[in-house]
């Protein structure tokens, strides 16, 4: 969840870490801190707050030097404080900075208060400094002594380690969190994600779990698991710096929601062909497993899992196959029953979701026939170790609340129905009919960003609101879910969702004047149906905010709000019916005045448990 750069150069690399850390800000914002070799000694600078506050301190106080680490943190042991606050020095000797969670950090904390080591913060990463301290004290190497460390700690970490009495090695190590290593001209760097990168170099190595890296200006040496040196590929990104950038928007929520009919667009590239479905965009072993595969088992959190639970209705409905849907953080903690034939399909923006990645893991010692990642992100852990992927091709998404890459997985998703279903009779018009508006996709997505100022005029509505529902029917239920998630992550609203059908099943109790209940209505057969839940709702003095498709019938009258959305009856409805809910959410964050792209107690990439 946090954000780790480290740099060794011929240069100072201050400013090298700080523009990191902004790069990487959106994966935590509770504390940042640098700590730099300076002329002989570590030198730190921590401040709570955000990334901003350290770039303040640095202003006044400047690091001068080429060889540091920096850190943006998002809580976990510890509040929010200087204190806790990375990156965490040992003896005056050893800094570190920590992604991740150290389950026996307690135990060893006891033995290192009986060896004489005293702690100054509340967290579990100052454990690790000292059990490092404790082992050069052995006389080992510093790359010894990491390797040591990391043998006696259990849980998830990314490090990166620097010691004032080895001035020319970085040492990083890997396990469950990620983190790269940024090849420079010599100088070396990492991170947690290429992005924090991107100004300085275009290649990378991306650690396995369990590798130990020693790096220097000149060379880098990795090490996995078991202690044996090892080569590690190296990637040369496509990504740029600039897509990483605001372009002009406010936020970089609002640009992403505009850039989503690009997005889509590059999502279906090369992919369709001649009005079908390139079989190949899965890999070479596509077709084997699509052959075998009977079953579908969705694997996903927060956003993901709302794609999946949409994609659970086309599975069944367009091509006749079963499929569950599960949050990864129970799925991974439960026993499964695994039916002949079923494919296990991971969706994940970062990949490198922690809950999701451990239910990879346990699929992979189960009865599956295969296993496939729906991921925005090709350098990830969870694309590295699946059968199949599909990548979205949604390009950077920055912004906590997830826009674009929630769109282009529904997107992929629908190719993935597509290939599966005609192993299950799905015909070839149908397919002609789905590819045809899949084609269509980006355009109506343009005509609905066109509602932006009209729904602006809504969101004033939730000025001095802090609840409301949302309701749909069918595959828009999840729809609302999503609708839902987003307002109560930017705008701190409390927002559920309902299946609308299950209004009298206690949500009806919660509505009043003072409560806005949002509702999705496309013209489907459910429609009627959703008109008499909406009418239980106005009886009881309720207030409506209808999304409705134009051809559905809804006026607006004085105690309900139409918004009219093109949205014809058909398979990608809920993609189209998605849009709306996140501007709605965009501006109702505006007028309460919260951090729209950074909400707090939020990070972007969860990679711990």
Request: glycine share 8%; hydrophobic share 40%.
């Amino acid at each position: 969840m946090c954000g780790i750069v480290g740099a060794i150069a011929n240069r100072n690399v201050s400013p090298v870490l700080l523009e990191g850390l902004r790069r990487l800000e959106y994966r935590g914002y509770d504390s940042a801190g640098m700590a730099i070799l300076m002329d002989g000694e570590l030198k730190r600078i921590r401040k709570t707050g955000k990334v901003n506050e350290l770039g303040l301190a640095l202003d006044e106080s400047a690091l001068i030097g080429q060889l540091g680490i920096a850190h943006t943190r998002w809580a976990t042991h510890g509040a929010p404080a200087e204190n806790n606050a990375h990156p965490h020095i040992s003896n005056n000797q050893v800094a570190i900075v920590h992604n991740g969670i150290i389950e026996n950090f307690e135990e060893l904390k006891a033995q290192q208060i009986e060896n004489g080591f005293s702690f100054s913060s509340d967290t579990d990463t100052e454990v690790i400094a000292h059990q490092i301290v404790f082992y050069l004290d052995q006389d080992l190497s510093l790359f010894e002594s990491v390797q040591k460390t990391v043998n006696d700690i259990k849980g998830a970490y990314a490090l990166g380690v620097i010691d004032k009495n080895d001035p020319e090695k970085l040492i990083a190590a890997r396990h469950g969190s990620p983190l790269v290593i940024g090849i420079g001209e010599k100088e070396n760097f990492i991170a947690s994600d290429v992005q924090a990168l991107l100004k300085e170099t275009q290649k990378f190595i991306f650690l396995e779990n369990g590798d130990i890296a020693e790096i220097s200006r000149e060379a880098i040496h990795v090490y996995d698991q078991t202690g044996s040196k090892t080569e590690r590929k190296i990637t040369t990104s496509k990504l740029s710096a600039e897509a990483a950038e605001k372009g002009g928007y406010p936020h970089f929520m609002l640009k992403e929601i505009y850039e989503q009919p690009q997005a889509i667009s590059d999502t279906l590239e090369g992919r369709l062909i001649n009005g079908k479905v390139a079989e190949q965009i899965l890999g070479p072993q596509a077709k084997e497993i699509l052959d075998k595969t009977k079953m579908i088992q969705i694997v996903a959190c927060g956003t993901s899992y709302h794609a999946g639970l949409i994609a659970k209705f086309w599975f069944e409905e367009l091509a006749g196959i079963p499929c569950y849907v599960d949050v990864a953080s129970e799925f991974r903690y439960r026993k499964h029953v695994v039916q002949a034939g079923t494919l296990f399909v991971t969706i994940s923006q970062s990949g490198e979701t922690a809950d999701t990645l451990a239910a990879l893991q346990q699929a992979k010692r189960e009865d599956y026939i295969g296993t496939l990642a729906i991921c925005n992100v090709p350098e990830s852990s969870l694309v590295r170790e699946s059968d199949l992927v599909l990548m979205t091709h949604a390009g950077p998404e920055i912004g906590v609340a997830s826009t674009k890459a929630f769109t282009t997985q529904l997107v992929a998703l629908l190719l993935i129905v597509i290939t599966a279903g005609r192993r299950h009779g799905m015909h070839d018009e149908l397919e002609k009919i789905l590819v045809e508006q899949l084609m269509n996709l980006p355009a109506r997505i343009n005509k609905v960003l066109q509602l932006d100022s009209t729904i602006k005029k809504l969101a004033k509505h939730y000025g001095d609101k802090n609840h409301s529902l949302f309701l749909g029917r069918g595959i828009h239920h999840p729809v609302a879910l999503e609708g839902a998630l987003k307002l109560k992550e930017i705008s701190y609203i409390h927002a559920e969702a309902y299946p609308a059908g299950e209004l009298k099943h206690g949500p009806i109790a919660l509505v009043d004047d003072k409560i806005p209940v949002i509702a999705v209505a496309p013209n489907d057969e459910l429609l009627e149906k959703l008109k008499s839940n909406l009418e239980e709702v106005r009886a009881r003095g309720g207030v409506l905010h209808v999304f409705a498709d134009i051809s559905s019938g809804f006026v607006s009258e004085p105690d309900t709000i139409v918004i009219e959305v093109d949205a014809p009856d058909n398979a990608v409805a809920p993609i189209i019916f998605t849009i709306p809910l996140q501007i709605l959410a965009y501006h109702v964050a505006i007028l309460k005045n919260t951090d729209v792209d950074q909400p707090r107690n939020l990070a972007k990439s969860v990679t711990v448990e």
